[in-house]
């Protein structure tokens, strides 16, 4: 962490921790911060002090008056030292310190304030669990890895700012008490004193209002948004998170692109990673074929890779029936995987099993052979053409689905990243970003078989896929995009409806009459009667971004004050109960299922 | 407002609306925007074509083939225009408008949507209730002036966030779904579906946040942040309020001074106005005497004096027994108030008996001459006294208040505004900060009559009055200031408590035992354990200091989308009932009462 400015003198310190060198040879300074570590040697004591800047030297020799208070000043103890910049010996300089060139000789120390000893030492090997972090969270944030993700939000927070002020975006504050709408995800709500019964619920995202500002006219609209959820959490959800959220009047689906990809350049460019851009773009439907997942980790070139018809002849009864039944033979190869045992095999034929498929075959190519349990069930010209296709080298090995598109897909995408996970390949480049355009816009839902919105209820269909509404909605496609960064689904967003026809036509396919569109959507379709114009944006998940630009799996490590899984904040103990007077002032009894 | 960036270029546009000008000339342009007025002018029509940065004026005359729809083209329609910037011919040009050099000869005018009539018309001046105007908040914020707030209020949230960054504060995001802790009014709260009967609550603000970050090390910290209280809802109050929320560690009050009067010198210049630093400061108890009232409006130099030594001999039993009685005569001018008729001050004086005091006493100078109703109880040294201790000139009035000070105080405040209401003396400056400082740290509640804080329970009591603490609680001194801007409470601030002794004294006094202090505020006096630094800093309201900047005396005016005084958005008919499923997942019932 480098000190940008200069001038964090205050009451109590004339300096940080992080700023002194050689220059400052001989002054009289005062520092403030922590007692890090404590060494004696010889009878010396050395105090290396903390802040957040940085670590400085204290020197305290066994004649000095303040030799009693160092010796005194425990670990983490907040201390006060007033002494003379001093340069280190030559030999006792540390060049791996920005300070390590001097050290302070102290003629004053003040313990601002004692510490009892920590229930965890501060060092990221102390193996210290979770949940002992999160109870004493202050002290976590201590560690300077920590630290480092907390300034590095912050910081990039500004960079994503000044990148949009840059370009005339707006950033308007949408409101947190708002209304329950159906958006997918349970809502967190919260009741109202004055309208007995009657609750406001905390928004799953600013969609609503942000199309509403375009509607009034305010061209460019962003927001680092808090957003809420009431799921059940994992690793990489929290019910509260943050969204760099964004909307723009008169575009399309390219002009939202160019503006994220600028972004991510900005972003990146802070880190010092140069990233090139227009990123590139797939179709969903291809990249369901190529990854089986919506979400592909580019930086693997590895890819999967339709062979219906070199085996559309084919003598093995799972391959004909299939292909006969309108089902597909779909191939991934796995470079060096021909040393898979036998036990490896069954494991991935169970990982695909679990997905859904009947079975997985697969094929080692070894000392220019292969080697398969059904290999004798496949011709010469069929494993040729395999060959080929897949580009299979000593040593490699194949494996095959035989099923319906849509179950072979995720099978083999599943497949695909134990793959990687197992052969561990050289990432092509360090972060692989990739548009997934044109889902489709409705999908049947699994419970009720209705139809429903595959991502967000106000995408627009592709142009001229309008038609299909009436004839084939299940195969519209829609202006509905993703922002993938290293197989992690960082944004969602899309070119959306603003026509109030089109709206409701498409409520209407999800089952919604006038009335209920009225009720559940009335604010966003009104003012569609009013002149909207046509408008576009995304969410990007700026707790994923910076989890992943930090290097952790875990976003509880780039929020201050995280939940548990659980939903809990083990510091402040949240959630709590309430006393009877604030449940009767809202109007509420606690039921005991 | 002025296009910064040239380059809004989109799929659907060439330029924005306000960019134009002669050096485009000849050029053909594609804008998109709303059909702000229409005007036939000999058959020619004349489109005002509208979008956030401006208004460009498109031609159609009655041989053009867009003709018709230009003629069908109603009030607010979204159209798409391309055309040749031509220059107005000289005496048609525009010089009040940016634009006003050119317009665009259209060649193509589409509708990409259109418009119902408007509900109400789109200016300032038709009259148009707030109701009506939250109602259809879509369109109220198409209003310039309103477009403007909105733009305003973002582009300082900028300045305010790159001047703290410059000081090296790091923005970082508290919880929103926290613990419900005591801290004067009333929560919102959530209910957990996880825990049944445990609820979240939304934060008053993150006090007790941003105090732990800095016990983590944060060493200074900032964040633009929303803040919930469930409070009778007045003009300057919300349910969600967005606050510049700041701390700073190893400061003393006169650190956080110069932080905040730099971030409003940062702010003010970039509205073009100069403000001066640092800011006039004033004790608590020196602003009560002279202006009655804890945030005075500075703007204006009318000053409360005090008479008692005027008055000690006299034969007015009114005065005399107040003053035998530990009481205090207290007098303010009123310049040219001598107009003020008898109907006038008995007004006058019924406002100060609606605050408590038991009269008025009032003397009109006129013609050399004082007359009043009481002047017979008062000799020639006391008027003189009077004359020259208040400056008093033809023409002049004076008001006296004998009171116990509690009481005179506040009445002469209230009649000091209303002076200055009554004859809008010049003001001496258009914007007038002041620090006040050193509240007491306690008063006594008037309901339970214990000892509670007066601002802030983890403010520090000023340093040498720690003493008092045990001897003389209600005369403590504390460190907590507030900024006032033109007589409005802009910020509050303090130097908090870092010692855990010293704070569990306080609360102590307040009536917590040790279990109470662990069980509401545990989180914070168990970071007070392991080395909390000293720390201060301060919370500005951010829609009272935009809503000053914009002149605007609602903040509802400077928020996208405000809640009513009744705590409803009338656009989207928050808050709302929940359905059963809802309520019973949420282990929750609804009771009658």
């Known amino acids: 962490m480098t000190t940008t400015n200069p001038s964090k003198a205050t009451a109590l310190r004339t300096h940080t921790c992080g700023e002194l060198n050689a220059s400052h040879a001989g002054q009289t300074v005062t520092l403030a911060g922590w007692n890090d570590v404590k060494r004696n040697h010889g009878g010396v004591l050395f105090i290396n002090l903390r802040d957040l800047y940085g670590v400085t030297q204290v020197v305290a020799g066994p004649e000095s008056p303040v030799f009693k208070t160092a010796e005194e000043a425990k670990s983490e103890y907040v201390l006060r030292v007033t002494g003379k ?108 004193r004055n309208k007995a019964g009657e609750f406001y619920a905390l928004p799953q995202s600013p969609q609503q209002f942000k199309q509403v500002l375009m509607m009034s006219g305010m061209d460019r609209y962003f927001q680092l948004a808090r957003n809420f959820r009431d799921e059940e959490l994992r690793s ?20 939202v692109a160019r503006v994220v990809e600028g972004l991510m350049k ?105 080697e398969s349990p059904t290999l004798k069930f496949m011709t010469e010209p069929e494993l040729s053409g395999l060959k080929t296709l897949l580009d299979v080298n000593e040593g490699d090995a194949v494996f095959l689905a035989a099923d319906k598109p849509e179950v072979a897909a995720p099978c083999l995408g599943a497949l695909r990243l ?60 829609s202006c509905q995009y993703d922002l993938v960064l290293n197989g992690v689904e960082l944004g969602s967003g899309s070119v959306r409806n603003h026509s109030r026809p089109m709206q409701e036509k498409i409520f209407g ?55 548990t899984t659980s939903g809990s904040c083990l510091m402040s103990e949240a959630p709590s109960i309430l006393d009877e007077k604030q449940l009767k002032e809202l109007h509420l009894k606690i039921t005991e299922d």
Chains 1, 2 share one sequence.
């Open 85 to 192: 910049v001093t340069l280190r010996p030559g030999t006792n300089a540390n060049k791996n310190m920005p300070t390590g060139e001097i050290e302070i000789e102290a003629s004053e120390i003040t313990v601002l304030n004692p510490s009892q000893p920590l229930p965890f030492e501060l060092s990221e090997h102390a193996g210290v669990s979770e949940e002992t972090r999160l109870k004493y969270r202050f002290l976590d944030l201590r560690m300077p890895r920590m630290a480092r993700n907390m300034v590095l939000r912050s910081r990039l927070s500004q960079v994503v700012r000044n990148y949009l002020y840059g370009l005339d975006f707006n950033e308007v504050e949408t409101p947190l008490l708002t209304r329950s709408t159906p958006e997918g995800a349970r809502d967190f709500v919260v009741p109202s």
């Open 236 to 255: 990489d959800r929290q019910p509260e998170h943050t969204q760099i959220d964004m909307e723009m009047s008169f575009v399309n689906e390219q002009d």
């Open 418 to 477: 134990e793959l990687i996970a197992r052969l561990k390949p050289a990432p092509a480049k360090k972060w692989a970003f990739l548009w997934v355009r044109h889902f489709p816009l409705l999908e049947k839902d699994a419970e009720s078989g209705a139809w429903t919105f595959t991502h967000n209820p106000f995408t627009a269909p592709l142009p001229g896929e309008e038609g299909k509404l009436d004839t084939d909605p299940g195969n519209v496609l």
């Open 509 to 563: 396919l999800m089952g919604y009459d006038k009335e209920q569109v009225q009720r559940r959507f009335g604010m966003i379709v009104n003012a569609m009667d009013f002149g909207a114009p046509p408008h576009g944006g995304i969410g990007i998940g700026y707790d994923r971004l910076i989890g992943i630009i930090c290097g952790t799996d875990s976003i509880r490590d780039v929020i201050a004050f995280p939940k």
């Open 266 to 370: 900005a972003v990146f460019a802070h880190i010092g990673d140069e990233i090139s851009a227009p990123f590139p773009e797939l179709e969903y439907s291809d990249v369901m074929l190529k990854y089986g997942i919506d979400k592909p980790d580019l930086r693997y070139a590895l890819e999967i890779k339709d062979c219906s018809e070199i085996f559309k002849t084919s003598g093995f009864k799972v391959f004909s029936e299939t292909l006969a039944g309108g089902g597909v033979v779909r191939a991934i190869k796995g470079e060096k995987a021909a040393a898979f045992s036998r036990g490896d095999m069954d494991k991935l034929t169970d990982l695909v099993k679990s997905r859904g498929a009947k079975g997985l075959v697969w094929l080692r190519f070894k000392e220019g052979k292969w």
